[in-house]
């Protein structure tokens, strides 16, 4: 199976939460990221959570961290159209002595008006 | 402007070319990667540079070819190539790959498409 899964798609209406999830595998990972990708363009980081942490707030952005399940959730609260993107979820696991990103497939959110 | 510049933006190719792709970054990180994205396929890691030395290759046929002269440029040589290989191709830097946090800067992506 794959390290990171995400559903490939979400719905929501303008002013609606979203939340996207994902499942990683590797527990060494110290830190687990959320990254958007905006059409013709590369990823941005949006947010990361530190992994002895199960919860992180930033304005309009929630992100839970459940260890147990290494489950990640990212919550957009009032989705507006801007929103509208690729989510990517990403762990870095410990291989040696590197650490390097590994992605999921990217949740595609559409905000419909 | 995420500090990441990758050239050309778009390409198109025959199966019998050789072209390269372009990725610059001065932001003085020193781990460099090539990632291939194609639709409904989670991002492929293809190639990973630490202090200019190849850390990974994932298996990546040897018709696509990385060189990496110094910590600020890398490169990805493409020869004699498959349709299936039309994707965009990302390039990304980040601090170290000794670094716990390894939050990753990308460019905007070079579009491929093979013929």
């Known amino acids: 199976g794959e390290d990171v899964e995400q559903s490939l798609f979400l719905s929501v209406r303008e002013g609606d939460s979203s939340v996207i999830n994902c499942t990683y595998t590797?527990?060494?990972?110290?830190?687990l990221y959320w990254y958007k990708q905006e059409p013709g363009a590369g990823l941005q980081l949006l947010t990361y959570?530190?992994?002895?942490?199960d919860m992180k707030q930033d304005q309009r952005l929630t992100v839970l961290l459940n260890k147990k399940d290494k489950h990640l959730s990212l919550r957009i609260a009032d989705t507006q159209t801007g929103d509208s993107a690729i989510y990517f979820c990403?762990?870095?696991?410990?291989?040696?002595?590197?650490?390097?990103?590994?992605f999921g497939r990217g949740t595609s959110l559409i905000v419909h008006p | 402007e995420t500090g990441v510049t990758q050239t050309p933006r778009h390409l198109v190719m025959g199966m019998t070319n050789k072209k390269s792709l372009k990725c610059e970054q001065h932001?003085?990180?020193?781990?460099m990667y090539w990632y291939k994205q194609s639709a409904k396929k989670p991002l492929e890691l293809m190639f990973v540079?630490?202090?200019?030395?190849?850390?990974e290759n994932n298996s990546v046929p040897s018709r696509f070819s990385p060189e990496c002269p110094n910590s600020s440029h890398l490169f990805l040589h493409l020869h004699t190539l498959q349709p299936e290989d039309s994707a965009l191709y990302l390039c990304?830097?980040?601090?170290?790959?000794?670094?716990?946090?390894?939050?990753?800067?990308f460019g905007q992506g070079t579009r491929l498409t093979v013929v």
């Open positions: 990304a830097s980040s601090q170290a790959l000794t670094d716990l946090n390894t939050e990753a800067f």
């Open positions: 590797d527990s060494s990972s110290t830190y």
């Open positions: 959570i530190f992994s002895n942490m």
């Open positions: 990403a762990e870095s696991p410990r291989s040696g002595g590197s650490y390097i990103p590994t």
């Open positions: 932001l003085g990180h020193n781990a």
């Open positions: 540079y630490n202090f200019k030395e190849q850390t």
